[in-house]
C-alpha cells in the first residue's frame, strides 16, 4: 500500500525558501503513469494545486507559483521535492504532497498527512 509522507522545517522566515521532501513508499515514483503533485491549503482557505513532477520527470507548475516554484526528484530514495522560493506570511499553509493520475491533482487524491509551515520572523 503506498504512503505518502511530508517532511521538512515548520517555521520559515520571510524571504528565504521552504523546502519540503515527500517521501513515497510501496510503490516507485517512477512507474505506473502517475503524477505526484504538492499541494497547499492555507488557514482557513481551500486547498491550492502548486505543481507536479511526472512518472517520467516531466515537470508542471500553477502559473501563479512558477516563478517561485521548483519540483525535482530523487529516484535513489524514492523521494519528490518541493522549493518555494522567496516566501511571504501569504504562504503559511499546511503542504501536502499527492498522487494522482491527472496532472492537475483534485481534491479527491491520494494525500500524505500534510505538514504544517509557518512564515514568520
Known amino acids: 500500500q503506498v504512503q505518502l509522507q511530508e517532511s521538512g522545517p515548520g517555521l520559515v522566515k520571510p524571504s528565504q525558501t521552504i523546502s519540503l521532501t515527500c517521501t513515497v513508499s510501496?510503490?516507485?515514483?517512477?512507474?505506473?503513469?502517475?503524477?505526484w503533485s504538492w499541494i497547499r491549503q492555507p488557514p482557513g482557505k481551500g486547498l491550492e494545486w502548486m505543481g507536479a513532477?511526472?512518472?517520467?520527470?516531466?515537470?508542471y507548475y500553477s502559473p501563479s507559483l512558477k516563478s517561485r516554484t521548483s519540483i525535482f526528484r530523487d529516484t535513489s530514495k524514492n523521494q519528490f521535492i518541493l522549493q518555494l522560493r522567496s516566501v511571504t506570511p501569504e504562504d503559511t499553509a499546511v503542504y501536502y504532497c499527492?498522487?494522482?493520475?491527472?496532472?492537475?491533482?483534485?481534491?479527491?487524491?491520494?494525500r500524505g498527512k500534510g505538514t504544517l509551515v509557518t512564515v514568520s520572523s
Open positions: 499527492a498522487r494522482d493520475v491527472s496532472r492537475v491533482a483534485g481534491p479527491g487524491a491520494f
Open positions: 510501496g510503490g516507485s515514483i517512477t512507474t505506473g503513469y502517475y503524477y
Open positions: 513532477i511526472s512518472y517520467s520527470g516531466s515537470t
